[in-house]
Each structure stands twice: as structure tokens, then as C-alpha cells.
């Protein structure tokens, strides 16, 4: 069945397979956006954050089985298979087979890419900060592919279909939770 896991456990266990301040940076991020949703469900928001937390515990180790290899590691730690499918359905349609079934599973797969745009948006203000973002400015730089060019829009607007959400909403709510923790990410700016 596995364990249920508390924040500091899912941290430790973050920070053991993660060196990278950015994807230390990026996986606080993830957890505030994840907290935030679970507050818009009314579901249990520690299990939301812990899951948003780990999304990513296989990247930076095993970059070529991200999503695969993380079921492995998780299995070891005797992880219940609720967080081990809600990690993996992330890459659904990118390196996994997995769909999110879920809201949870949905909303991470629908924000973990636009976190990364938001913030790159963020720190490109006059500010650097989440605190003044708004969404049309999100929206303009999400028009403009040469801005965050990495990040698969498709995904996202994908996601926001799995939810009923306009897309507008999705960034909206993003932004909000991403400020809930504007400290922890490094996104305050000079505000």
C-alpha cells in the first residue's frame, strides 16, 4: 500500500536526487501552484504540495527515464502508488504513457511547464517580481514563441482542457499560487 508521506520526508528525499537550485527552486514553485489548486477542489492540500514537490525527483539523475525511473525510487521508499501515478502522469504524452486521471494529476500536468514561463516572464519586469505580474502580460509573452521557447504550450493548453479551464484561468490561478510563495522561489523581486 506504501506510506503516507509528510512535506519534510518528500523534501529530504527531494533535495538527496536534486543538487540544482533551479530544480530545487522549480519544485517549490510547483508545490505552491499545486497547494493553491488543492485549496480551488477542496482536496487535501499537504498531499497536493508533496506531489508537486516530487514531480521531478528523477530529472536531474536519470534526465533520459524522467517519469520512468522515478517509480523505481519511490517503490524503494515505500511510496504509495497514489503519489508514484500522480509523479508520472506529469509526462503524459511527452515520456510517459500515463494520463492524469485526477485533479491533482491534472492540474500538475497542466501548470509544471507554465510555472517555468511565468517565472521566466517574472524576473524579465523591471521588478522581478511575481507580486506586480499580471495575467496580459503573461499572455503576451505566452503569444510570442521565441519567449520561453522551451516550454510546450501545447502541453498546457492540453491541461486546461483536461480541467474545464479557459486558459486564461489556468495562468490566472497559477500566478496567484506562485506568489503564495514568491519568497521561496526567489520572486519577490524589489517590490
Known amino acids: 500500500m506504501g506510506k503516507e508521506l509528510s512535506r519534510k520526508d518528500a523534501f529530504d528525499l527531494l533535495k538527496e536526487y536534486n543538487k540544482s537550485e533551479h530544480l530545487i527552486k522549480h519544485a517549490l514553485t510547483v508545490e505552491g501552484v499545486m497547494k493553491h489548486f488543492s485549496r480551488i477542489y477542496n482536496e487535501d492540500e499537504e498531499k497536493w504540495g508533496i506531489v508537486g514537490l516530487l514531480h521531478d525527483l528523477d530529472y536531474e539523475l536519470y534526465p533520459d527515464e524522467h517519469c520512468i525511473k522515478v517509480r523505481e525510487i519511490m517503490e524503494e521508499k515505500g511510496i504509495s502508488e497514489e503519489y508514484i501515478h500522480a509523479v508520472q502522469s506529469h509526462g503524459y504524452g511527452l515520456v510517459a504513457d500515463i494520463k492524469p486521471e485526477n485533479n491533482m494529476e491534472k492540474v500538475l500536468y497542466t501548470i509544471d511547464e507554465l510555472t517555468g514561463l511565468i517565472s521566466a516572464a517574472a524576473i524579465m519586469r523591471p521588478s522581478k517580481s511575481i507580486l506586480d505580474l499580471e495575467l496580459k502580460s503573461v499572455k503576451k509573452k505566452y503569444k510570442s514563441k521565441g519567449f520561453a521557447a522551451g516550454v510546450d504550450r501545447s502541453v498546457i493548453e492540453n491541461g486546461a482542457q483536461m480541467?474545464?479551464?479557459?486558459?486564461?484561468?489556468?495562468?490566472?490561478?497559477?500566478?496567484?499560487?506562485?506568489?503564495?510563495?514568491?519568497?521561496?522561489?526567489?520572486?519577490?523581486?524589489?517590490?
Open 163 to 191: 480541467l474545464n479551464m479557459t486558459l486564461d484561468e489556468v495562468i490566472n490561478q497559477t500566478i496567484i499560487g506562485m506568489r503564495e510563495v514568491a519568497e521561496e522561489i526567489g520572486l519577490k523581486g524589489n517590490i
